[in-house]
């Protein structure tokens, strides 16, 4: 479990300001009302749907008002410490708990329930069909649940095109439709790819273009 300091918490990009919704804007705003009394909350999708980002916003406004968060996922080890003056308990991932950390999260529910914590957790899938013991499926499951949806590609072209401006990159519309028709249109990825584009264009001091993306990808193989 990591306690989360202001001075090293997590990345500033994972704000909701920053957040591009999509179909995904209920959550958001959902999340952003967010207070100690609220049910808890769960979010569902594919990888790169925004899961991630949106807890880590959730986590940093908390932060940012001087709250205390628990960020507890399944690289993180048991026990998980409990009764700390926690506002927010996050779960991430929790798809991929162990029995043991199964038994430490389901813990930290009840100490939620009992001391008014707020509770935000997600998973890769609903939480009826998590494989996780049938006592943490039903706390997961039992306050409010959104299912994320991917980017569309018009949604993923303006994040893409956005990135590209603030980072100085200029991407013709034929790199785009090369990147979005030849790659998975979620974030994280787009993100990853476009920060190796920016630096093989400047290793080779060349502008973007989709015979350098060709070549990038060539090298790399």
């Known amino acids: 479990m990591r306690q989360i300091p202001l001075a090293i918490g997590f990345d ?5 300001e920053n957040f591009v919704p999509g179909a995904n804007q209920p959550a958001l705003e959902h999340l952003r009302c967010v207070t100690r009394q609220s049910a808890p909350v769960y979010l569902w999708g594919p990888a790169g749907s925004g899961k991630t980002h949106l807890l880590q916003a959730l986590a940093n406004a908390w932060q940012a008002a001087g ?12 026990p998980w410490p409990h009764g700390d003056e926690r506002s927010l308990i996050v779960l991430d991932d929790c798809d991929g708990f162990n029995a043991e950390q ?69 991407l013709s519309d034929d790199v785009m439709d090369y990147l979005l028709t030849r790659f998975a249109r979620d974030l994280k990825h787009l993100m990853t790819l476009l920060t190796r584009l920016d630096e093989f264009a400047l290793s080779t001091q060349r502008a973007v273009t989709v015979p350098l993306v060709k070549q990038m990808l060539s090298e790399r193989t």
Do not use: K, N, Y
């Not at 500033?12 to 909701?16: C, I, L, R, Y």
């Not at 709250?67 to 048991?78: D, S």
């Not at 899938?125 to 943490?136: F, G, K, N």
């Not at 893409?160 to 401006?165: H, K, V, W």
């Open 12 to 16: 500033p990009a994972h704000s909701f």
């Open 102 to 170: 199964q038994h430490a999260a389901f813990a930290l529910f009840v100490d939620a329930a009992m001391g008014g914590v707020a509770v935000a957790s997600a998973g890769c899938v609903p939480p009826v069909d998590l494989p996780l013991r049938a006592d943490l499926r039903s706390r997961l499951g039992w306050g409010v649940v959104f299912a994320l949806q991917p980017l569309s590609e018009s949604d993923a072209r303006a994040v893409l095109r956005r990135e590209a401006d603030q980072r100085g990159i200029f």
């Open 67 to 78: 709250e205390r968060v628990g960020w507890f996922t399944p690289a993180e080890l048991p």
